[in-house]
């Protein structure tokens, strides 16, 4: 790690954006080991195959015709902070257009750029593997991806002391898992994007659209939800022990990683997670795994805020 490079790199933020992004990136790797991308023999063909079989069993059990995305990259840390540079800038790029530059400008990039640089580095070195759907991508139909970072993936399975090609393995699963929602809702993506919009541009006149938060928040439990739902049944081994000690260790972290992941939002993330299961382990045992694939049909068939919690009312509204 270079500190120096690192502070040098955010100290010479340039440009007309609210963030550099190039700075952003060169100090979040400055400070980052990358990590090793050596895969041991037979690691690579390793990843295709778990990818190829998380592909077949949860189209047997969802029911639904979709296909992994063309780009499925094994990264080390720096690969995925670059990869995704662009999400993040497309995604505050929707935030700069509405926000007025400020009386200082080149006081404020710097502080963003450092902000930025922080996240991501943070990020680089705790994200194991990701289902990126390219939202508020300039190009509609673009390849949407999925990238394992190998350094954390191994450095997780090492420090939880667990099988690495089977938490390889449960983590392609997962990942796999959100391929099939959006495969299975076209629309689903577009109605992200329209939250996301509709609440950044509130924000911007200095309200709080509240409607769009909540209604992305329920779209992303039911994302959460429905992917552990579809875990449930389609991975061919259980796994409750590799998720009981990848949550206990996030929460023994120490009080910095702690208050990091409450600033980004990943206590959400896990509430989202718990509150989506609990809902479609409801309606599973009501109902049957169809029934709970029906939430993928429109829009209009997302679960509210108050279904969430009372999902037997969810299933009364869908069965008219």
Do not use: C
């Not at 497309?90 to 963003?112: D, Q, Y």
């Amino acid at each position: 790690m270079n500190l120096y490079r690192s502070a040098r790199a955010v100290a010479g933020a340039s440009g007309d954006d609210m963030i550099d992004w190039q700075s952003a990136a060169d100090a979040a790797k400055a400070v980052t080991d990358p990590g090793s991308l050596e895969l041991e023999p037979d690691e690579r063909e390793g990843y295709a195959s778990d990818v190829r079989e998380a592909r077949a069993a949860v189209r047997s059990i969802s029911g639904v015709d979709f296909d992994v995305p063309d780009t499925v990259e094994i990264q080390n840390r720096h690969h995925w902070i670059d990869a995704n540079i662009a999400t993040f800038e497309r995604v505050m790029g929707a935030l700069e257009e509405e926000v007025p530059a400020g009386a200082f400008p080149g006081v404020a990039r710097t502080i963003n750029t450092g902000t930025m640089t922080v996240l991501l580095a943070f990020l680089g070195r705790n994200v194991l593997g990701q289902y990126d759907p390219l939202l508020l991508a300039d190009d509609p139909d673009e390849n949407h991806a999925l990238y394992f970072v190998r350094p954390n993936i191994r450095n997780a399975a090492d420090s939880l002391e667990v099988d690495a090609d089977r938490f390889r393995r449960w983590i392609a699963f997962h990942e796999v898992t959100h391929a099939a929602e959006f495969g299975a809702a076209p629309w689903l993506s577009d109605h992200l994007e329209e939250r996301m919009k509709d609440g950044i541009s509130a924000l911007s006149d200095g309200s709080l659209d509240r409607a769009s938060f909540q209604e992305l928040d329920a779209a992303m439990t039911v994302v959460e939800g429905y992917a552990e739902l579809l875990m449930d049944h389609a991975f061919d081994d259980e796994y409750e022990d590799l998720r009981r000690k990848l949550d206990a260790r996030r929460q023994g972290r120490g009080p910095l990683q702690k208050l990091f992941r409450r600033l980004l939002g990943l206590g959400l993330k896990q509430r989202q997670y718990e509150r989506g299961k609990n809902f479609f382990e409801t309606v599973v045992e009501n109902r049957d795994l169809e029934t709970a694939s029906r939430v993928w049909e429109g829009p209009e068939n997302l679960p509210t805020q108050d279904e969430l919690d009372a999902p037997t009312l969810w299933i009364q509204r869908v069965d008219r």
